[in-house]
């Protein structure tokens, strides 16, 4: 029996990439959404990946994405929701068009791909299908300049709950919700230690402790409607 693909939104970059990468490591077929193309896109395909550029900042190009998935798969094992906009907000006229497409990318895109894409996990041989929405710390503490970005993720961890309980027993449906865990190539060393200092671990673990959470997600079969914090304590600080 072949295995069903899980599809990983917004898969060509940092998390999500060391995610995909981590899963065809352990042999497991990935479809994963991209928004432009770049250089790592390439590396991925040459190692299976099926790649799919989508638009989610409307629900035209949410359900143009969801319509192509079918056409490509007729099963999923899992779909890991980690595509995201890091956008602060806007005091100028942008203000209300920001808010609405951190609304589609972090929310519409995610709800509308949930239910469309239920049946592709139905058809899932595999004894466990799961639903794992990337959130976020801040959904729990909110932002001082990102509102809409704290917002929109806080109503993704609602959507886990809302999901769990619809899909529920056949689908689990959990979130993680991780705090800082990888930097950008030109933080500076100031940066650096400013957060580390934020968590009672007091260090950027890399994404490695994602996937660890992830898999444990992917491989128990008693989860569902949690959302897992992964923030070295920071909760506490």
């Not at 932002?143 to 027993?169: E, I, Q, W």
């Not at 992964?230 to 909760?235: I, S």
Request: with cysteine; hydrophobic share 40%.
């Amino acid at each position: 029996m072949s295995q069903s693909p899980i599809l990983v939104t917004g898969g060509a970059q940092r998390l999500g990439r060391h995610c995909v990468e981590r899963l065809l490591d352990d042999g497991q077929p990935v479809i994963l959404s991209y928004r432009r193309e770049r250089e790592a896109l390439d590396v991925l395909r040459r190692r299976g990946a099926v790649t799919l550029q989508a638009d989610f900042s409307s629900e035209a190009g949410i359900l143009d994405f969801i319509a192509r998935l079918k056409a490509q798969t007729s099963s999923l094992r899992a779909i890991v929701h980690n595509a995201s906009d890091w956008a602060p907000d806007s005091l100028d006229d942008d203000a209300g068009a920001n808010f609405e497409r951190l609304f589609r990318v972090h929310m519409q895109a995610p709800y509308l791909i949930n239910l469309h894409a239920r049946e592709l996990l139905d058809a899932c041989q595999e004894p466990q299908r799961d639903i794992i929405h990337m959130t976020d710390y801040v959904s729990q503490k909110g932002s001082r300049k990102h509102a809409a970005y704290a917002a929109t993720k806080s109503g993704l961890d609602n959507l886990t709950l809302s999901f769990a309980t619809m899909y529920a027993p056949s689908i689990q449906v959990n979130a993680i919700a991780p705090a800082l865990v990888m930097l950008n190539d030109d933080d500076d060393d100031a940066y650096v230690e400013k957060a580390k200092a934020k968590s009672l671990m007091a260090k950027v673990p890399g994404p490695g402790v994602i996937y660890q959470t992830l898999r444990y997600l992917l491989d128990n079969d008693f989860v569902t409607g949690a959302i897992l914090p992964v923030d070295g304590g920071r909760h506490l600080r």
